[in-house]
């Protein structure tokens, strides 16, 4: 690591003052800070940064546009962007879906605004690490009272066959009394082995009042080891709905987090993951309540194949003065094989009287009622067995506003099934 190889990076892209300074202050802090907490997890040997800061400097790898759809959306290969559609409507009403840079000279004082500020720099070291190497980002804005029938789409590929470390961050800002659905997609491209880390941040600023649909399919390949991170900040009756597949072939820890500080405001999360081969997952869904009357609701749905390893570790966290919060949440996981390992963790942090909370976690097998049930209506057992699981897991995959993302979650499900 590098202060020298930072400095050279920032002053290529002719970053602002302020930006160049909280790569240099997150960097300055990396020795002292802490990894992150994820319970029963071991991921401190994980090559999660070798504190490389490069750009890709060729794509090997190519999306078929025509197959993507008249959406909006923003097209990512590595660190380069291949794509960016946005209708004139759009752009007519100040809605912005670009690079960090273009961002940066269309609308600065936004970026510099809200950049930074539902993830702290020095949270933890792969916080601060992502703010120090970062290697590309995207900045979507939906400005005050704007409404977006369509769902934007970002997304963002990783190269297989590339060397080049996925460190991506993506600020996404909703102004006041803004609703719109956002899809999100992390995948890995390509037959190539290169073995890479990566580190992705997301922060979702969720104005007052604003309704956010979140959806995402991350599906990175089994030679990249991540670390994930999405939170949201949400301000006085904003709403933020997440669906979140969790869909990757490496070891990845993610932290999804939405903190309530507005009075009213509003989490749902629902996470659905797949666990197969020797994988490694381990998942921390956190909700705090800051706001009166706020509420966070948690759902995590969970299937593990062969000698894989998932972990669920459920957080609500009332603090003092939220009166009549609500925190709840449930963590359930499948476990198709007598190799696979699990957790599922509930945990409760009540600092106030006045409120509602709740948790439920279960770890077990199908049901043997529910196979011989559809068995005796004439279905095999491996079809049986899928109907049960794509049940299991529907709560989640219903909630994708894209059909053929939906229907290509289901087959990254099959997939891995037809593997056992």
Do not use: C
């Not at 602002?16 to 300074?21: G, V």
């Not at 409507?89 to 930074?116: M, N, R």
């Amino acid at each position: 690591m590098s202060k020298q190889v930072i400095q050279n990076f920032s002053q290529l892209k002719a970053e602002p003052s302020w930006l160049a300074e909280l790569r240099l202050s997150a960097f300055d802090k990396l020795e002292t800070l802490a990894l992150p907490k994820i319970e029963r997890v071991k991921f401190h040997r994980w090559n999660l940064g070798d504190g490389t800061l490069t750009e890709t400097e060729e794509i090997g790898n190519v999306p078929d546009f025509t197959a993507l759809g008249d959406n909006p959306k923003l097209v990512q290969v590595g660190t380069q962007t291949v794509l960016e559609q946005l209708p004139m409507t759009l752009i007519e009403q100040g809605v912005i879906f670009t690079d960090l840079y273009s961002a940066l000279e269309e609308i600065p004082e936004v970026v510099e605004k809200h950049f930074a500020s539902a993830v702290k720099s020095d949270e933890d070291k792969l916080a601060a690490y992502n703010y120090a190497y970062f290697n590309s980002a995207a900045v979507l804005y939906v400005p005050d009272n704007v409404e977006i029938a369509e769902p934007i789409e970002g997304i963002f590929l990783q190269d297989s066959e590339s060397a080049v470390p996925f460190n991506k961050h993506i600020l996404i800002i909703a102004g006041k009394n803004s609703k719109f659905s956002y899809l999100e997609r992390f995948e890995s491209i390509g037959s190539g082995s290169q073995e890479v880390s990566a580190n992705v941040s997301v922060e979702v600023i969720a104005g007052a009042g604003s309704q956010i649909k979140f959806a995402a399919i991350d599906r990175l390949g089994e030679h990249v080891t991540a670390y994930l991170s999405r939170r949201a900040r949400h301000a006085a009756d904003a709403t933020v709905d997440w669906a979140l597949g969790v869909m990757n072939e490496g070891n990845i820890v993610a932290d999804f987090d939405s903190d309530l500080i507005g009075n009213g405001s509003h989490a749902n999360l629902k996470v659905v993951a797949a666990s197969s081969g020797r994988q490694v997952q381990g998942i921390d869904t956190r909700v705090t309540n800051y706001g009166n009357h706020s509420v966070g609701h948690i759902l995590q749905h969970g299937v593990i194949l062969e000698r894989g390893t998932l972990t669920f570790n459920g957080i609500g966290h009332i603090v003092k003065g939220a009166k009549g919060a609500d925190a709840q949440q449930e963590s359930r996981v499948l476990m198709l094989s007598d190799q696979a390992r699990s957790d599922a963790n509930p945990i409760l942090l009540i600092d106030e009287n006045e409120v509602t909370a709740g948790h439920a976690a279960s770890i077990g097998q199908v049901d043997p009622e529910d196979m011989y049930y559809l068995m005796s209506r004439g279905l095999d057992k491996a079809t049986a067995e899928r109907l049960v699981i794509l049940g299991f897991l529907g709560a989640v995959i219903t909630e994708i506003p894209v059909k053929a993302v939906r229907d290509e979650m289901i087959a990254v499900l099959d997939s891995k099934l037809d593997k056992r």
